[in-house]
């Protein structure tokens, strides 16, 4: 059974700092996704990961996926208070499936 | 770009009714559709998958007779969530797959149930 964890589980952090959250999934797959969600809104898709070594960036955001270590990173650069949500990532169940499991979420908080 | 529209984007209901829910891609057809519910605070978790044409597969613990899928045609899918209780009360949100983008999934603008 595929397992996602994220690490950490709540992130208070101030406007101008770096930090990075982690996501560890327990079977292998080779699509990996990270998404924000708003309180009381739907999913915003940020990067889509198909292969070992992707690195995609977007702002202040950059996502990372090391397929053999079985784990991707968010690194969040200069944070601003906008960047103040939740972020998920999601592992596609049997590869290309599209069947995603998510992850426990990561619940950012951006201070002034 | 792809839009997946969901209808109602919210609902309250009395115990015992039913609530139909519509899953609708407006400018792709979907091969695929997703059901995920999502209680306060906490991650998705997968309900169940859609095909046109055929019937849902359920994920383990979800109860086939108490959520209802239907998929009609290649841009709607329909969860009903029969006899609702309180307990039922949660986001749900769908997801479909385009037939010419399968690297990704596009998730609907969820709906938040409520059942009193």
């Known amino acids: 059974e595929l397992k996602v964890e994220q690490n950490p589980l709540f992130l208070s952090m101030q406007e101008g700092k770096n930090y990075t959250i982690y996501c560890n999934y327990s079977?292998?797959?080779?699509?990996l996704y990270w998404y924000r969600q708003d309180p009381g809104k739907s999913l915003e898709s940020l990067f889509v990961?198909?292969?070992?070594?992707a690195v995609k960036q977007e702002g202040r955001l950059m996502a990372s996926l090391d397929t053999k270590a079985r784990l991707s990173t968010l690194h969040i650069t200069a944070a601003v208070h906008d960047l103040s949500a939740t972020y998920f990532c999601a592992v596609d169940h049997g590869g290309a499936t599209n069947k995603l499991i998510f992850g426990t979420g990561t619940l950012l908080a951006v201070q002034p | 770009g792809a839009v997946v529209s969901q209808h109602p984007s919210r609902v309250i209901c009395k115990s015992g009714t039913s609530v139909k829910i519509e899953c609708r891609s407006l400018?792709?057809?979907?091969?695929?559709m997703f059901w995920y519910r999502q209680f306060p605070k906490q991650s998705l978790m997968l309900m169940a998958t859609?095909?046109?044409?055929?019937?849902?597969?359920?994920e383990q613990g979800v109860e086939k007779d108490k959520f209802l899928i239907n998929h009609a045609s290649l841009t709607l899918s329909t969860l009903t969530v029969t006899s609702a209780h309180p307990e039922d009360s949660s986001f749900y949100i769908c997801?479909?797959?385009?037939?010419?983008?399968?690297?990704?999934?596009?998730f609907g603008q969820g709906t938040r149930l409520t059942v009193v």
């Open positions: 990961l198909l292969s070992n070594g």
């Open positions: 400018d792709f057809q979907a091969t695929t």
């Open positions: 997801s479909a797959i385009a037939v010419w983008k399968n690297t990704e999934a596009f």
């Open positions: 079977t292998t797959s080779d699509r």
């Open positions: 859609s095909n046109e044409g055929s019937k849902a597969t359920y």
